[in-house]
T-cell receptor, first 112, second 112 residues
């Protein structure tokens, strides 16, 4: 049982490049979330998926898109990376009816 | 935007001492208040949580105190240990959403 896994662990992009961050969970959770973590700002919700087939914007969705590929996988795409998107990105998942969110190990992204 | 304000930003405590981290939320309805612990290079993990109908919850050395009228809640770590050195985040979940609004984090260092 690997829990929540994220790939890649580290990534460096140039401004304007695109990339997709991958997230998968093997806990049969229904809901999945993408957060970004910046110094002094805590974790901020980018997008979430309450269940397979649904996605909704969070607090800071601009510049991002998501895909809930199936119940296990939830990807985050940066279409045209900007330096302001330099951050650590965390994926999380939750079982329906319970509050606890389980976090992955994170992806550290640098945009130059 | 609903906010959760967390203080202090950093905290240094001697081994065996009590660590206290405070959070306050604004005038809105929340139904779940978790505390997450994050070690360097790792994702956050749930430490302890409380519902608003309870004033205190204790799990081992960790206690949440909740003051609904003051819209404040705090984490107390008794007999603090060097292994408790981590960043701690409070959060609040708006009623019925199962989403989190996180505080900005407290970096705790426990001196041996």
């Amino acid at each position: 049982n690997a829990g929540v896994t994220q790939t890649p662990k580290f990534q460096v992009l140039k401004t304007g490049q695109s990339m997709t961050l991958q997230c998968a969970q093997d806990m049969n959770h229904n809901s999945m979330y993408w957060y970004r973590q910046d110094p002094g700002m805590g974790l901020r919700l980018i997008y979430y998926s309450a269940s397979e087939g649904t996605t909704d914007k969070g607090e800071v969705p601009n510049g991002y898109n998501v895909s809930r590929l199936n119940k296990r996988e939830f990807s985050l795409r940066l279409e045209s990376a900007a330096p302001s998107q330099t951050s650590v990105y965390f994926c999380a998942s939750r079982l329906a009816g319970l509050y606890e969110q389980y976090f992955g190990p994170g992806t550290r992204l640098t945009v130059t | 935007q609903q906010q959760v304000k967390q203080s202090p930003q950093s905290l240094i405590v001697q081994k065996g001492g009590i660590s206290i981290i405070n959070c306050a939320y604004e005038n809105t309805a929340f139904d779940y208040f978790p505390w997450y612990q994050q070690f360097p290079g790792k994702g956050p993990a749930l430490l302890i949580a409380i519902r608003p109908d309870v004033s205190e919850k204790k799990e081992g050395r960790f206690t949440i105190s909740f003051n609904k009228s003051a819209k404040q809640f705090s984490l107390h770590i008794m007999d603090s240990q060097p292994g408790d050195s981590a960043t701690y985040f409070c959060a609040a979940s708006p009623s019925g959403t199962y989403k989190y609004i996180f505080g900005t984090g407290t970096r705790l260092k426990v001196l041996a």
